[in-house]
């Protein structure tokens, strides 16, 4: 009988081959910007400030957000001034006096130039491919914006009147857009991707006090994406956090209490009330971002706590 070949004894041609198709022992440094990364948020409170304080990234502004952050650290397509969508003149960048109008589509129509949001993907993958300077991230805010826009798009696909005349293929379709057309291209192309997912208190009707008549409940941290898209967009993240605001009556000041009532912002990573936040390295429950360059902030602390993981011989 032949001797099974181990590696005390060598290694087989085959076996040499079959390792020179992956990594092992390799170590590279912590990006704050790597993967994926949900952001939950109210209207208002935070998430388009914090996206537009990350260097170089480049907003899909679905929502039509004017900025907010000043100065403005991101791009913006389209930037939005006294409520007119704006792309720059590529003859004239820079220039908001001739900058061009335009109108935020999921796709071109049939007889249209290339447009929407599919022209900018084409466009990101196209410039990755040639590694040539390119944005540092994608945000994408919001994703129910994004996902309302890809309806009217499918609805003249496939020749309808209304979106709700394509039933239960419709919503596979839409979903279906959003992996495979804008979310995987860009990741397989290399970029971190930040999606931005807007939540409500949802109103639920209720029995009333002792079971007479209804009363009308509001449940916070609600999104209006169905629970299977929902989590699914949760499942690609690495980290998915809430941004939201906060008030508080006093504050340390030259080390002494003051009682003052101020506003800011924090990054909640950890709400017993929200189990599907999650973070791979061992930021706090609470993160303030309060003020200018919101990320700086959280990349420092993620920075710092990643690096505090690896030295405590924790995997992230």
Request: charged residues 20%; hydrophobic residues 40%.
């Amino acid at each position: 009988m032949s001797q099974a070949q181990t590696l005390s004894s060598g290694l087989t041609e085959a076996q040499k081959g079959s390792l020179s198709w992956a990594f092992t022992g390799v170590s590279v440094p912590s990006d704050p910007l790597s993967g994926t990364m949900g952001i939950l948020k109210y209207a208002g409170a935070g998430g388009s400030h914090f996206a537009q304080s990350i260097p170089g990234a480049l907003i899909l502004n679905a929502d039509h957000t004017p900025v907010v952050h000043h100065p403005l650290r991101a791009h913006m397509w389209p930037l939005v001034v006294n409520n007119a969508a704006l792309e720059p003149d590529p003859r004239y960048p820079g220039d908001l006096a001739k900058a061009k109008h335009v109108k935020m589509v999921w796709d071109k129509y049939e007889g249209d130039e290339p447009q929407g949001v599919m022209s900018k993907v084409e466009l990101l993958v196209k410039l990755a491919a040639e590694n040539k300077p390119r944005p540092t991230a994608v945000v994408i805010d919001t994703v129910d914006s994004i996902m309302d826009q890809i309806m009217p798009w499918l609805t003249h696909k496939f020749g309808k009147e209304d979106f709700s005349d394509l039933g239960q293929t419709g919503w596979v379709q839409r979903q279906n857009q959003f992996w495979d057309r804008l979310y995987w291209p860009l990741k397989w192309a290399g970029y971190p991707i930040i999606m931005l997912i807007q939540i409500y208190d949802e109103p639920i009707t209720v029995a009333g006090p002792n079971g007479q008549g209804q009363v009308t409940k509001f449940i916070p941290n609600t999104s209006l994406l169905s629970e299977k898209l929902a989590k699914r967009l949760r499942d690609a993240c690495n980290v998915v956090c809430k941004i939201e605001k906060y008030t508080e009556s006093g504050h340390i000041k030259d080390g002494r209490w003051v009682k003052e009532e101020r506003t800011g912002w924090q990054m909640v990573f950890r709400d017993p009330a929200i189990p599907d936040l999650k973070t791979r390295a061992g930021l706090p429950d609470k993160l303030d971002i309060t003020g200018p360059d919101s990320f700086k902030k959280y990349a420092t602390a993620y920075t710092a706590a990643a690096y505090k993981d690896v030295e405590n011989g924790k995997s992230l």
